[in-house]
């Protein structure tokens, strides 16, 4: 059994935030010598089954991290069950995410900012139509909020 609650990052397309979210949170539970169940989804279908956005895995591998055999998936029913933590990138997928876990659902549903003290209520910004500098801005929020969930986690563990 993981010492750590296992982690389902999510966002719209997951191609951009939440594989940068779960790249962001698996380097710092690498960093602490920590193992846990972690992946990514998006409340979207579109992208199921590609590689992250080229932008995406270009700012992944400026932090030395290989995310180019993340695969895309939509989230499903079972997720709201299989995961201990559902950590949304925006309100938009928040609210989809609260609409979609019905009555059975035990995970927890959180924005991934509501980690960081002062940032709580706030969405990591969707890069996708912008330019690279956007997944640097992603990349610097995600690896706040990961940090700070991953601090969260911990201390609740008594670890
Ligand atoms: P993500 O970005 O939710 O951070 O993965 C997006 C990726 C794709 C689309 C929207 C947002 N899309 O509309 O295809």
């Known amino acids: 059994m993981s010492q750590i609650p296992s982690v389902l990052f999510v966002c719209l397309g997951n191609i951009c935030r939440s594989p940068l979210a779960e790249a962001?949170?698996?380097k710092a539970l690498a960093d602490r010598g920590l193992e846990a169940d972690v992946d990514s989804a998006g409340t979207g279908g579109w992208h199921v089954g590609e590689a992250p956005d080229p932008r995406a895995i270009r700012t992944a591998a400026t932090a030395g991290i290989d995310i180019s055999h993340y695969r895309g998936r939509q989230v499903c029913t079972a997720d709201f069950t299989r995961f201990d933590h559902i950590v949304a990138m925006d309100a938009d997928n928040f609210s989809?995410?609260?609409?979609?876990?019905?009555?059975?659902?035990?995970?927890?549903?959180?924005?991934l900012l509501d980690h960081v003290p002062g940032r709580e209520g706030q969405s990591v910004a969707d890069p996708y139509y912008g330019g690279e500098s956007g997944f640097a801005a992603t990349w610097?929020?995600?690896?706040?909020?990961?940090?700070?969930l991953l601090d969260h986690l911990i201390a609740a563990q008594g670890l």
């Open 24 to 26: 962001a949170f698996r």
């Open 96 to 111: 989809t995410l609260a609409a979609t876990s019905g009555a059975a659902g035990t995970a927890t549903l959180s924005l």
């Open 140 to 148: 610097s929020d995600v690896q706040t909020g990961a940090n700070a």
